[in-house]
């Protein structure tokens, strides 16, 4: 298959400092100086400065890109450094944006940065789409990866896409304008969002940080291919990366002929959920504050403490009194009879959303009277107990 035509045309010229800069690649045949000025010519916009953001902008930006434009309204959390190599120790607290733009200006001060401290949403995506050539999106849930996926689409886009999980990454390209007919969408590779709560975030699951440089990279590199025409994408494929078996492998693609076309942007927090119908249901007029938890314990109701995380959440941090039955056991049914019958089952998790799940499964056995902590331990060790370590 032919190398997809560059979709930068080139500056003018570079400067006698940006020949000396990028001097690696003007020797490269494939790159030369015209592909360094299409670089520097170049309007890339990612979304998120975390995990798949942080490498990816490092080296757009030590690449020449001109201008890079970042979406991100988030701040600087302990938490990230462990992979957001992009902020410092300095930087907790910040905004990600800020710290990021900082880094860049570090890295390769020729680079324009343009910040957007603002959430993408379908009011605003299309619009700041079409200001750019390239989209990069490195977020991190579906609903988010939809709406860039069909704000591309309207804008007439292509977009670079990763994703990571604990020790898998994957990646691709997808552009509906691609020529000679090539052009794909996300949605035709994932046509639905899978069911809430089957598919847990980083947050939830985990992720190895260093997995984020090995799917950044590649990132960064089909950026650059798509910019200059070098190459063959990952236009069509989809690259599966296992950290843990070191093995890459390319799953082709093709378009979806039951796909319908994308002609507006819609409620993707609606069309992903976070929780499902019967989970937020369940919660509804069943869940507790860690305020009200508390008062609970502390009046001494009979309450059945119940952690429905995994085991080394669980030897992390968990609630004194707890008793840890994993979700999955819920889904399979054995969690039902380690339930006591004579206390009121209230459920927790780090964050509200596996309890909400797991307590429309202990309400269909007819405990009607259980609960779930909403904010699961993260909000129990802000408001109650704030000796307690937050993951």
Known sequence: MSALPPIVEPAAELTRDEVARYSRHLIIPDIGMEGQ??????????????????????????AGVGTIGIVEFDEVDESNLQRQVIHGQSDIGRSKADSARDSIAEINPLVKVELHKVRLEPENAIELFSRYDLIVDGTDNFATRY?????AVLAHKPYVWGSIYRFEGQASVFWEDAPDG?????RDLYPQAPPPGMVPSCAEGGVLGILCASIGSIMG????????????????????????????RTIRIRKDPQAQPITELIDYEVFCGVVSDEAAAAAGDSTLTAIELKEKIDAGDAIALIDVREPVEWDIVHIDGATLIPKGEFESGEALAKIPHDRTPVLYCKTGIRSAEALAAVKRAGFADAAHLQGG???WAKQVDTSLPVY
């Open 182 to 186: 090539r052009g794909l969408n996300y």
């Open 377 to 379: 331990i993260v909000a």
């Open 37 to 62: 000025k299409r670089i520097k010519n170049a309007r890339v916009l990612v979304i998120g400065a975390g995990g798949l953001g942080s490498p990816t902008l490092l080296y757009l930006a030590a």
């Open 221 to 248: 590199t089909e950026a650059i291919k798509l910019i200059t025409g070098v190459g063959e994408t990952l236009l069509g494929r989809l690259m599966v990366y296992d950290a843990l078996d070191m093995d890459y």
């Open 147 to 151: 709406l860039v996926n069909d704000a």
